[in-house]
């Protein structure tokens, strides 16, 4: 009986000290990192890219992820930002969110290039 009394008390403390590691700010969401690559999976400096801008893309990524600064990584849906950010960019593919731990997740973008253009007379 003493044994499964020791046993029952050792849980909840586990369980206890688990849920306070778990939601103490070390692990709540501070940095996004943006890596993009090409068809050849270099990555890639948007900043030289001229064919088209990608500043574009970071932002709506940052404003998509600024709504989950401060929660904690174990409880984040990674899965949310693939329809967000694709509704919102058709021209980036996201490959994968990957959770860094501590506090970090990391977004790998393939950036999309146009088959054709169409022009008009009157652009």
Do not use: H
């Given at each position: 009986?003493?044994?499964r009394?020791t046993?029952?008390?050792?849980l ?10 778990i939601?103490?700010s070390?692990?709540?969401l ?7 690559f090409d068809y ?5 400096d948007?900043r030289?890219n001229l064919?088209y ?8 990524l ?8 401060g929660?904690?990584l174990?409880?984040?849906?990674t ?7 694709e509704?919102k ?14 506090n970090?997740?990391v977004?790998?973008?393939?950036e ?7 022009s008009?007379?009157?652009v």
């Amino acid at each position: 009986m003493a044994k499964r009394r020791t046993i029952v008390i050792f849980l909840s403390f586990l369980t206890i000290f688990s849920f306070l590691f778990i939601s103490s700010s070390f692990f709540k969401l501070k940095t996004v990192e943006i890596c993009f690559f090409d068809y050849n999976n270099n990555q890639i400096d948007f900043r030289s890219n001229l064919f088209y801008t990608s500043q574009d893309k970071v932002d709506v990524l940052k404003e998509v992820a600024k709504q989950d600064y401060g929660t904690t990584l174990f409880l984040l849906d990674t899965n949310k930002y693939f329809n967000k950010f694709e509704y919102k960019n058709p021209y980036a593919k996201l490959l994968n969110v990957k959770q860094k731990y501590p506090n970090k997740i990391v977004f790998n973008v393939l950036e999309r290039r146009p088959f054709y253009y169409i022009s008009s007379n009157n652009v």
